[in-house]
């Protein structure tokens, strides 16, 4: 029996993620969006949203989701009033309003099997789980040293190279606890430098992971970048040329010696661990550490914050949340699977 779980691309932004989405995209069986903005916010409003269980609740959702000005609905190519109708008429569920986007984008090819990628998914595997008990998560790793060179160049990053390297150690930390949790059949990592380097072994080792038979359109993803990665976002340029190594390492002539020294001081055991070699560069000034520490201090009281107004939340969760679109979630709720095309009315 074929998969029809669904599957999450995660990691550090500026890891490659976008490349491994067109990558799984040019799949003949699986759709994976461009990214969108809706998920998580929705998850941290779901109680103002109240009970997916009445019709009502579901079409105020997927209203928001089609119409709201961050969310990104309108690169995804779907008619806002046919998903609309459609959520009001699927499963009384949270996470079958929110997974039905993706379903629709998936039916827009002709594909059975959907995915998503957002790098900063990382934080959230949990919440995703709570939603999409069946899903599966591919975490892309990326020297952190280059991650933080390329997070320093994009017009959308506001932060300073404190936070990118926070932000790397997070990405690390958060793969690490998730590899030893979850079942292994739920969480894969694979390296980006292996992954450029011989695209079509780590994708069949990926493939295997996934249940799907390898496809060789999948080691071209430019071919699909026109239609899945929007004109508009040119920090993504490289995705319409061919895979290549060219831009591992590179960190040696985009960083500061500063910052050079500070990545192999506070990142040196997880670069080491990930098997990225060490430069021997000189120890960080203790400045450059206190505002590491600083920043890093910033991300996660931020997290822990949200994560405590989450927990309030789920004492009285607003309705179920589960998706019941897949095999798998029925088959979890009790519920009998589905026929293609089949509804059920919440």
């Known amino acids: 029996m074929q998969s029809d779980r669904p599957i999450f691309v995660v990691g550090c932004p500026r890891s490659g993620t976008t490349m491994l989405q067109l990558?799984?995209?040019?799949?003949?069986?699986?759709?994976?969006?461009?990214?969108t903005r809706f998920l998580v916010p929705a998850y941290f409003s779901r109680k103002s949203y109240g009970d997916m269980r009445q019709a009502e609740n579901r079409r105020r959702l997927a209203e928001w989701i089609a119409n709201g000005r961050n969310t990104k609905f309108r690169e995804l190519g779907l008619d806002k009033?046919?998903?609309?109708?459609t959520a009001m008429m699927g499963p009384g569920s949270f996470g079958s309003v929110i997974g039905t986007v993706f379903k629709s984008y998936a039916e827009r090819f002709g594909k059975s099997r959907w995915g998503d990628k957002r790098p900063s998914y990382f934080k959230h595997v949990d919440m995703l789980m709570r939603m999409f008990p069946d899903a599966q998560f591919i975490h892309l790793i990326r020297d952190g040293r280059d991650c933080v060179a390329s997070l320093k160049e994009m017009p959308w990053y506001t932060l300073d190279s404190f936070h990118a390297v926070s932000n790397w150690a997070e990405a690390i930390d958060f793969g690490t606890r998730n590899a030893r949790r979850l079942p292994a059949d739920t969480f894969f990592q694979l390296r980006y430098e292996d992954l450029t380097a011989d695209p079509e072994s780590e994708l069949r080792k990926l493939c295997a992971f996934i249940g799907e038979d390898y496809d060789p359109a999948m080691c071209e993803p430019r071919h699909v970048a026109r239609v899945a990665v929007p004109a508009h976002k040119v920090w993504h340029r490289n995705t319409h040329g061919e895979v290549t190594t060219a831009r591992s390492g590179s960190w040696a002539a985009r960083l500061e010696p500063w910052e050079i020294a500070l990545c192999e001081e506070v990142l040196g055991d997880r670069?080491?661990?990930c098997r990225y070699e060490l430069s021997g560069a000189p120890k960080a000034e203790r400045q450059h550490l206190s505002a590491y520490k600083a920043a890093a201090g910033k991300r996660r009281a931020a997290r822990w914050r949200k994560r405590n107004r989450d927990l309030l939340v789920r004492l009285r969760e607003p309705g179920p949340l589960p998706a019941l679109l897949t095999d798998g979630q029925r088959t979890r709720a009790g519920l009998p699977v589905q026929r293609p095309r089949e509804l059920v009315n919440g």
Request: charge should be negative; avoid cysteine.
């Open 23 to 35: 990558m799984l995209h040019s799949h003949p069986r699986i759709a994976v969006p461009p990214e």
């Open 81 to 85: 009033a046919e998903f609309v109708q």
């Open 271 to 273: 670069l080491v661990s």
